[in-house]
């Protein structure tokens, strides 16, 4: 059995999932970012994609895990971390439990729409989690984004 990651790779992986967050967040997307990694390195990365695409599913974690799924050419993905700036909604968790990923680390959590607060039992049991990795400035990127949102609208 492969020991858990150190923290420190898990600070240095999420501070790249925020990256790809920020990114979003430029293009008008709720900022969500995602990473995938194997053997330390990133493989895929991605980030909320909804309103480009039109696509209700475009979340960032799902781009992530189809990517991740092409690089592999496998629909399991047992090897592999998924960061992700925000914990995943129950239909990304239920993609997580599909790909057999082996492990997820997210920043914030989502007391309201989070797999946690929905289904506590909508991983795979051997996903290891990881919670609140630089979860601070997961939300701070989430309140600047909706802030500038209703500015906007007002």
């Known amino acids: 059995m492969n020991p858990i990651q150190p923290i420190a790779d898990d600070v240095f992986f ?13 293009a008008g997307e709720v900022p969500i970012g995602a990473v995938v ?3 330390h390195k ?15 599913t475009a979340h960032a974690e799902l781009l992530a895990i189809t990517a991740a ?4 050419n496998s629909k399991y993905l047992p090897n592999c971390t998924l ?5 995943p909604c129950i239909m ?15 920043g914030a959590s989502d007391p309201k729409r989070g797999y946690q607060a929905l289904a506590k039992t909508a991983l795979h049991p051997r996903t290891a989690v ?16 909706f802030k500038k949102l209703r500015n906007a609208i007002l």
């Not at 960061?83 to 914990?87: A, H």
């Not at 990304?92 to 997210?106: D, E, M, N, P, T």
């Open 130 to 145: 990881q919670a609140a990795i630089l979860a601070k400035e997961s939300n701070q990127l989430l309140i600047c984004f």
């Open 92 to 106: 990304c968790s239920g993609a997580l439990y599909w790909s057999q990923i082996k492990r997820l680390v997210f």
């Open 42 to 56: 990133i493989i895929v990365r991605g980030h909320n994609q909804v309103e480009r695409l039109k696509d209700p």
């Open 14 to 26: 999420m501070q790249a999932a925020l990256k790809e967050a920020a990114r979003a967040a430029e």
């Open 37 to 39: 990694v194997a053997d």
């Open 69 to 72: 799924a092409d690089y592999f």
């Open 83 to 87: 960061y992700v700036t925000l914990e």
